[in-house]
């Protein structure tokens, strides 16, 4: 079992970057391939980035945030880490930190074992 806990979250203005980081607890990282995810209001839950457990750290993103966000893993520290840059209100949702044993990078949400409660970003026009 593993637990995971996002933060970083806030508020920014577009243009702007912000820095989400999920510390799992319960298990080591290293083993689970990681993705993260965002819900908007009225819409459902999509995929956003994903890093494999592999030492090569495989990773997978989602059309719209390629080139703007940047998905990585400390296992030192048992986090992982989504960079956004280029920010705009369309980002705006509540990320979510999700974990599977081992696996590719997948982006379908029903192939996660693990979930946090997510943390809500908000980005200004």
């Known amino acids: 079992q593993v637990q995971l806990v996002e933060s970083g979250g806030g508020l920014v203005q577009a243009g702007g970057s912000l820095r989400l980081s999920c510390l799992a607890s319960g298990r080591t990282i290293s083993t689970y391939t990681t993705g993260w995810f965002r819900q908007a209001p009225g819409k459902e839950r999509e995929f956003v980035a994903a890093i494999t457990w592999r030492n090569s750290g495989d990773t997978n993103y989602a059309d719209s945030v390629k080139g703007r966000f940047t998905i990585s893993r400390d296992n030192a520290k048992n986090t992982v880490y989504l960079q956004m840059n280029s920010l705009n209100p369309e980002d705006t949702a509540v990320y979510y930190c999700?974990?599977?044993?081992?696996?590719?990078?997948?982006?379908?949400?029903?192939?996660?074992?693990?979930w946090g409660r997510g943390t809500q970003v908000t980005v200004s026009s």
């Open positions: 999700a974990a599977r044993a081992g696996g590719g990078a997948s982006g379908l949400p029903i192939t996660y074992n693990y």
